[in-house]
């Protein structure tokens, strides 16, 4: 599988962007898909991530009730909708490619090249 992230950019805080991820690849529908933020200085953490069917869900804390994670089967892409963007989610954001193995673990075995999304005060 390969990814391709793409939407980062500039925005003020309270903005909104969307990210894409667009996979290449036969597998992408049974993967379970992830977005991850690195931030300067910081080590890469989660995000979000949706179950390969689209019917599960999972968020950070952080991002609980901003973002949305969704993903289109039929056109290899998974989304994330970032709304009410603040300083603090300057980052950039690398999507992923997972396998479920059940119990809530997920091995990230693919990663796109990460988008860059600066959040100004």
């Known amino acids: 599988v390969q990814l391709q992230a793409s939407g980062g950019g500039l925005v003020q805080a309270g903005g909104s962007l969307r990210l894409s991820c667009a996979a290449s690849?036969?597998?992408?529908?049974?993967?379970?898909m992830g977005w991850f933020q690195q931030a300067p200085g910081k080590e890469r953490e989660f995000v979000a991530a949706?179950?390969?069917?689209?019917?599960?869900?999972y968020y950070a804390d952080s991002v609980k009730g901003r973002f949305t994670i969704s993903r289109d089967n039929a056109k290899n892409t998974v989304y994330l909708q970032m709304n009410s963007l603040k300083p603090e989610d300057t980052a950039v954001y690398y999507c992923a490619a997972g396998q479920d193995y059940g119990g809530g673990v997920v091995e990230y075995d693919y990663w796109g090249q990460g988008t860059l999304v600066t959040v100004s005060s």
């Open positions: 949706i179950s390969w069917s689209g019917g599960s869900t």
């Open positions: 690849g036969r597998t992408f529908s049974t993967r379970t």
